[in-house]
């Protein structure tokens, strides 16, 4: 794969039925969701990226890792099936750079379809459009996490990552600690430099500062709710 | 049988109609494999028929089957090779990776069913025809003196 960034849409199935010489549609049409117009996926640049999105994954489903599989999209393979990609809902993993390259695809039913034939049958010829990541290297991937600065991911993430690595007996979850926690996350310059841009109050380094205090803010009024809710905080 | 024996089979069944539904999506299994995960040893019931029916959906729950504590040797032992004949490819594929969380010597039987040479002419067997290679050398290399 190349440096330029795609989708990755994250499942559980193995993947061998990808290369089957009759795949069957009808079963791996299964990695969307068609009760849903909105498909989670993630933007990524590479293979390192991918193994990160998963570990990050598994911090949203109160589960233990586990193997996952990657769907591989490029935004012209689902135009062209008429697939759009919207930006707007940040992700709910707690690790902000995660989050901020979170998408949501807007198909139909029989846009997917469509677009897990035109998939497989260009697996089938040997493209690498899916990848399976074993257990272990999500479980690697959720230590790196453990191992960032709190401003990159917060100690209830590393409790949550820690849990689910069975290295805590318990979450022990605190949403006041968690609210200062936010205070001071950090976010890539890739995400605080359009914000900047836009204040556009001609002193570059005040705009710097208040692009992070509005992304803060964003980012705490939309992941508070979620994880409240996800583990009963009040 | 218990209550939550037969919560397990609700669980089951219900994940397993979702599922076969034209929108049906794998993330019914995936929750109903969690939550029978979480029942534990009294969820063994609905899991073992499962995997001894053969049917391709049982490849979510064989993270399941290989974790539950509480499960006698002999019955996951019987479970875990009736999963190992299953024809469908990606059951056998996820049953491969899971060996690695088996004592050795089920995990030497388990590899031994599905490299077996009556089985499908697909990746999986082939990878499991290696695996089986690489456990009988390590064996080999214990029996030195």
């Known amino acids: ?234 | 049988m218990s209550e939550a024996t037969l919560q397990a089979r609700l669980i089951l069944n219900d994940a397993l109609h979702r599922y076969r539904q034209p929108d049906g999506y794998e993330g019914d299994l995936v929750e109903a494999a969690w939550q029978l995960e979480e029942i534990g040893k009294d969820a063994w019931p609905a899991l073992s028929e499962l995997a001894f029916s053969c049917l391709p959906e049982s490849e979510f729950f064989l993270g399941a089957i290989v974790r539950i504590e509480g499960v006698s040797p002999t019955d996951r032992r019987s479970v875990l090779l009736a999963a190992a004949k299953n024809p469908d490819v990606n059951v056998r594929s996820r049953l491969l990776e899971l060996v690695e969380e088996l004592s050795a010597d089920l995990k030497c039987e388990v590899v031994a069913v599905l490299a077996a040479c009556g089985n499908p002419d697909d990746a999986v067997t082939n990878r499991a025809q290696d695996a089986r290679t690489v456990l009988e050398a390590q064996d080999r290399r214990e029996d030195l003196p």
Request: net charge neutral.
């Open chain 1, 1 to 234: 794969m190349n440096a330029r960034p795609y989708l990755v849409r994250l499942f559980a199935m193995a993947i061998d039925g990808w290369f089957a010489e009759k795949p069957d549609i009808d079963r791996l049409v299964k990695v969307f969701d068609p009760k849903e117009t909105e498909q989670s996926v993630y933007e990524v640049e590479n293979g390192e990226e991918e193994w990160l999105v998963a570990a990050a994954h598994v911090l949203t489903t109160k589960k233990r890792p586990d193997a996952t599989s990657v769907l591989r999209l490029r935004e012209d393979n689902l135009r062209r099936f008429g697939i759009t990609v919207d930006r707007r809902q940040l992700g709910t993993t707690g690790v902000s750079w995660v989050d901020y390259r979170h998408r949501n695809l807007l198909a139909t039913p029989e846009q997917l379809r469509e677009l897990v034939k035109y998939m497989v049958e260009r697996c089938s010829r040997g493209q690498d459009w899916v990848r399976r990541i074993e257990k272990p290297y999500i479980e690697r991937s959720l230590r790196r996490f453990c191992g960032e600065p709190h401003s990159r991911c917060p100690p209830h993430v590393k409790q949550i990552a820690r849990w689910a690595l069975k290295e805590a007996d318990s979450r022990n979850l605190d949403l006041d600690e968690i609210r200062q926690e936010f205070l001071t996350i950090e976010f890539p310059d890739e995400i605080i430099q359009p914000r900047a841009y836009l204040m556009g109050r001609g002193d570059q380094q005040s705009d710097w500062y208040a692009a992070v205090e509005v992304l803060r803010q964003e980012y705490t009024a939309h992941y508070l709710p979620t994880i409240t809710d996800r583990f009963n905080l009040h």
